[in-house]
């Protein structure tokens, strides 16, 4: 653990607790959020076929990820963990134009 804390610039084993619940909480539930939002559109397991089905679910899940992240980060008090952690995901997956522009 302790190499996993000096990578991540963290001190405490409690803020690495913090840390791992919300990764915890923030993958549960948008993976919940994205079945949510297909049964809605009537796509269910049953009647779509199943390898389209977890296409589109990860589709729906990426982009909700890390603004989740950003959310349930400050929710927890570990913005200036989560943050650049999230903007560096939102970024990759070409995706930045939804977030402020950077300063120079």
Known sequence: MNKLKTRWGITSN???AIIFIVFAINGSLSARISAFFLDELGMTKENTNVIIYY???LVLVLP???FMLMFFGWLFGQSKFFTPFATKMIRSMKLGF??????S
């Open 55 to 57: 296409i589109i679910l």
């Open 64 to 66: 909700l990820y890390p």
């Open 14 to 16: 409690f803020q690495l």
């Open 98 to 103: 939804l977030l402020p522009k950077q300063k």
